[in-house]
T-cell receptor
């Protein structure tokens, strides 16, 4: 099956710093989704990307759909304590989405005061 | 608009028992999918239902099954529970044409 590789696995940063994380795949994706999961909760959709080269923002979050269609990037500017959590990239297993989503293993974001 | 609702939030079962989890999708969403999340394997696709029909199933044994009702609510059943079935089970709903999946809070299943 398809696999998504996320890096870094963990990030320890200071409040106020900018954050960058990425997701790569050996196969092409037509859609990239970024989720955030807090402990004990379900993933929350942050940003959806549908077109190669697309750059989309949601507040302090910016995500990009790589032009090769095999990667995507998520940036968080001026991090705050509530940004702590696990960030997942995901892509549909098929074009129509009926095969569900493949998820990366996640990037754990830890903010030191 | 209410989000995806999963019940119960927590469940403790004994090996060999069976369990049924419930999911109510976002109003208007007809597609419901289920995922298993464990520390070792991460988030893995179990199956998806649309209009009461299972459209696809992930690589899980037949002990894992589900169904969807005419109001789009879905249930997931696991029979003959094993210790390795302990996980967070997540339900997600989406529109018929959209790829964006919206998740519930999950059901934390512990098998002892």
């Amino acid at each position: 099956g398809q696999q998504l590789n996320q890096s870094p696995q963990s990030m320890f940063i200071q409040e106020g710093e900018d954050v960058s994380m990425n997701c790569t795949s050996s196969s092409i994706f037509n859609t990239w989704l970024w989720y955030k999961q807090d402990p004990g909760e379900g993933p929350v959709l942050l940003i959806a990307l549908y077109k190669a080269g697309e750059l989309t923002s949601n507040g302090r979050l910016t995500a990009q759909f790589g032009i090769t269609r095999k990667d995507s990037f998520l940036n968080i500017s001026a991090s705050i304590p509530s940004d702590v959590g696990i960030y997942f990239c995901a892509g549909p297993n098929s074009g129509g989405g009926a095969d569900g989503l493949t998820f990366g293993k996640g990037t754990h974001l830890i903010i030191q005061p | 608009k209410a989000g995806v609702t999963q019940t119960p939030r927590y469940l403790i079962k004994t090996r060999g028992q069976q369990v049924t989890l419930s999911c109510s999708p976002i109003s208007g969403h007809r597609s419901v999918s289920w995922y298993q999340q464990t520390p070792g394997q991460g988030l893995q696709f179990l199956f998806e239902y649309f209009s009461e029909t299972q459209r696809n199933k992930g690589n899980f044994p037949g002990r894992f099954s589900g169904r969807q009702f005419s109001n789009s609510r879905s249930e997931m059943n696991v029979s003959t529970l094993e210790l390795g079935d302990s996980a967070l089970y997540l339900c997600a709903s989406r529109t018929a044409w959209g790829l964006e999946a919206f998740f519930g809070q999950g059901t934390r299943l512990t098998v002892v």
